[in-house]
Each structure stands twice: as C-alpha cells, then as structure tokens.
C-alpha cells in the first residue's frame, strides 16, 4: 500500500514537472532566436564568448538564486551548462557563414 501512494506521488511530482519543462521551452526558444539575431551581428569569431557578459549572467543568477533561497551552486551550473551550449552552437553556426 505505501508503494502505491509512493508510485502516485512521484507520478504526481513527474506531472508537475512536465508542466514546468512545457513553460521554459519557449523561453529557451526564445533565448535561441535572439543569440541567433547576436550572432548575425558577429563579424569575428572572438565575439562569440564575451567572458565579462557570461560572468555578469551567472553572477546575477547566482544572487537571485540565494534571494530565493534555493541551490545557487546547481542553478548556476544549469545556467553555465545552457551558455557553453549556446557558445558550441555559435561557434558551430559562424563556420558555415564563411
């Protein structure tokens, strides 16, 4: 019997969370158009990584993080993890633009 609620618990966490993931994705898809739209605007590959704008993200992220009380270092990676994606992707994309 406490397996069963347990099950049901966790599919009712998983559920919420499906619903969480559904709000960010166009969030993330917004955020991709526009480093699409920076990107366009890039004539040198060395403005691809700006550390002091990356530095500036993560710093900002990191406080609003411990404001709310939650895992700063975690957020910040997730953050970090989502930048580094971007930066492949530009990096990847501004080849092909020669």
Avoid: C, G
């Amino acid at each position: 019997m406490i397996n069963k609620t347990k099950k049901q618990l966790i599919s009712n966490i998983r559920s919420k969370i499906d619903h969480v993931d559904e709000k960010i994705l166009p969030l993330i898809i917004k955020r991709f158009k526009l480093v699409e739209q920076a990107l366009s605007l890039k004539t040198k590959r060395s403005e691809i990584i700006d550390r002091k704008r990356i530095n500036q993200i993560l710093n900002k992220i990191e406080k609003k993080s411990k404001k709310v009380k939650t895992n700063p270092k975690l957020i910040k990676s997730i953050w970090m993890s989502m930048i580094q994606s971007f930066i492949r992707y530009e990096k990847k994309e501004f080849n092909k633009k020669k």
